[in-house]
């Protein structure tokens, strides 16, 4: 019965602690001799097991199933204190993750474990992950050298195992070895699940069992400081890495982290999972890039997602195919997540070509995965102002989805984690912000751009363009939050025009332009025209309302678990109107004459799962534009 006593003493305190853990069977007879010992475990279900110091396991071998030491169920992880102390021990714990990828898609992953031997952190290889046969057992998963892997039983197919050589900038076969170290990631595809009702969120997704020593403590993972240039003339500074622990890690504390300033942007790959093929010609996918933004941020960061790329026989990005990824929020890395590092070649700090990932980057709270609260990744302090900018080729054939941020700290150069770099995934068509455009050695394209806010046509944002033949390009504002400005302008220099973007309450009406094939640099920029002061004209002394008052006195939340929009209204503007768009500019919710109460909820139940734009205005024309994240699951 110790075993179960075990559980039910962990299952019954809320927050579980130890300065160190040791669980090793009961000897019930002879000191050495294990032939009639009885099996020890820990089972925690939705906690957070947290140990000071190190963890020592003894593996239960007297047992008809292979029962581990720690059972992590529920979303349960396993967090150490800053102390890196070594885990030792020849038991393991068991953690599950879930795979969105069917046998025809990848993800990117990295262990929360290693092989059992020796101490500290150790390599991983693919029979560290087991077939899920009940809540405890488990058997070591098969492995095949067919293309695709299969559920029942678990079977997975070695031919698509690989990590990153962050020297080479190539990828290298894993197979079934125990090669990868710890922090590495690499790259699985799914099962045998092709129903795509909703790839991202489907019942029948692959579970996996990881078992092995926890890892702990700091993990250096090499990065490549010089460029790499591949046929496409891009260079490449990229590292395969993630989240190396049982518990969940906080990105902006891996980024910032004072050994980590080689870090310019994490991306994150997807792909169309609707495709069932394993030819890089007919597969399409591409990277979505992440960073925190200033500092305090808002919402988990900033995140553009990925444009699906067509693909040559050898892997290289030859034309765009018009459809994107998901929207994910990125600030914490749950359990198995892969991701890569994209780095730069002018930074130093004290572990130059690596980045060091520390118990000190873990999340201290019980981050779960997917939870649905979104209220979890608030911060109490207003958005920092934003502009999501869409620009769409042709008849819709390809977008890219870049933002603009606004903030004091900012420059007009080059700001490690206010900007990030274009993915330079889309060979021939392309749109990107420009810095440094006279500076060859400076310059650089970004997807993701902040800039301090001067003022109406005193900002002006290069926005270049590169097509391959002649393309009607449209710009579209996506998303505005805590808008600074009351218009948004797309400003041709050679012939001294601008075409409106965005103005106050306006639909999403893009601006369009027909431009021949070539490079356009220099010659198109984003500027703005300011929110309107309104003076008291009988009194030049007198007051002076500015319309920016709504957008720091007006609040708003996503409320999931009731289901609605909460609207915070302390001044008591007259509400005229609240609309709700989908993100291609769809109306699917309005509300006229709201009036002046200072607490307004709007129902969201009839609402698909997915980010949504909010734009309320007043009778005398002042408009707040905002994101909501609706989860009604």
């Known amino acids: 019965m110790k075993n179960l006593l075990l559980s039910l003493a962990v299952a019954m305190i809320a927050n579980v602690s130890y300065s160190q853990l040791y669980v090793t069977p009961n000897n019930n007879g002879t000191p050495g001799d294990t032939t009639d010992d009885t099996p020890s475990y820990v089972f925690v279900k939705n906690q957070l097991l947290f140990v000071e110091q ?125 090669i990868n170290p710890a922090g590495r990631g690499f790259t699985m595809k799914g099962t045998d699940v092709t129903v ?127 459809v994107d990824g998901a929207s994910f929020e990125r600030l914490y890395a749950p359990v198995g997540q892969g991701f890569m590092a994209s780095s730069n070649s002018g930074s130093t700090d004290a572990s130059p070509g690596q980045i060091m990932l520390k118990n000190s980057q873990r999340a201290t709270s019980f981050i779960k995965e997917g939870a649905s609260n979104f209220s979890e990744f608030r911060s109490p302090v207003a958005a920092t102002p934003l502009l999501r900018l869409h620009a769409i080729f042709g008849e819709n054939t390809h977008f890219r989805d870049m933002v603009l941020m606004f903030h004091n700290s900012a420059t007009f150069d080059f700001d490690r984690g206010l900007d990030a770099t274009h993915p330079s995934d889309g060979a021939i068509t392309e749109a990107y912000f420009t810095i440094n455009g006279d500076d060859p050695a400076k310059k650089k394209n970004l997807v993701i751009q902040t800039v301090p806010y001067k003022g109406g046509e005193n900002t002006m944002i290069p926005i270049s363009f590169k097509l391959n033949e002649q393309t009607t390009v449209k710009l579209i504002s996506a998303e505005i939050v805590n808008p600074p400005f009351q218009s948004v302008y797309l400003y041709d220099k050679l012939n001294d025009t601008y075409k409106q973007i965005f103005q106050g309450d306006q639909t999403l009406n893009p601006a369009s332009i027909l431009l021949d094939a070539g490079v356009y640099e220099d010659q198109f920029f984003i500027t703005f025209r300011d929110l309107e002061v309104v003076t008291d004209d009988d009194d030049n002394d007198g007051p002076v309302i500015n319309t920016r008052g709504i957008t720091k006195s007006v609040d708003f939340f996503q409320n999931n678990p009731a289901k609605q929009l909460e609207v915070s209204n302390p001044d008591g503007y007259d509400i005229k109107t609240l609309n709700i768009f989908d993100m291609g500019g769809k109306l699917v919710y309005s509300e006229s004459n709201v009036g002046d109460s200072t607490k307004l909820t709007f129902p969201t139940a009839s609402l698909s799962d997915a980010v949504y734009l909010v734009r309320l205005s007043t009778v005398d024309n002042q408009t707040i534009v905002y994101k909501i994240n609706v989860i009604n699951k």
């Not at 690989?162 to 990828?171: C, E, L, M, V």
């Open 54 to 178: 190190d963890v020592n396991l003894v593996e239960n071998t007297n047992t008809t199933t292979q029962l581990a030491s720690i059972y992590l169920r529920d979303e349960s992880q396993l967090l150490q204190g800053i102390t890196a102390s070594a885990n030792s021990g020849t038991g393991y714990i068991s953690i599950y993750q879930e795979s969105n990828a069917d046998s025809y898609d990848y993800n990117y992953w990295c262990s929360p474990v290693g092989r059992p031997i020796s101490t500290g952190n150790q390599n991983f290889g693919i029979l560290r992950v087991y077939d899920s046969l009940s809540y405890t057992n488990s058997v070591v998963t098969q492995t095949n050298g067919a293309y695709n892997s299969t559920s029942s039983p678990l079977s997975i197919a070695t031919r698509w195992l690989y990590k990153w050589n962050p020297i080479t900038q190539r990828w290298q076969a894993l197979g079934g070895a125990n």
């Open 196 to 322: 795509h009702g909703d790839p991202y969120n489907e019942p029948q997704n692959q579970r996996y069992d990881f078992r092995g020593r926890p890892n702990n403590g700091t993990i250096a993972v090499a990065v490549q400081t010089n460029p790499v240039t591949f046929t496409d003339g891009t260079a490449y500074y990229f590292s395969l890495t993630g989240n190396p622990y049982p518990s969940a890690l906080d990105l902006n504390l891996f980024f910032n982290d004072v050994d980590n300033q080689e870090i310019d942007a994490i991306r994150y790959w997807d792909e169309d999972r609707s495709i069932n093929s394993h030819l890089y010609m007919d597969n399409k996918g591409g990277y979505g890039t992440w960073i925190p933004g200033p500092t305090p941020y808002v919402d988990g960061g900033v995140y553009t997602v990925p444009n699906f790329m067509n693909y040559d026989n050898g892997g290289n990005p030859t034309t765009d195919t018009g």
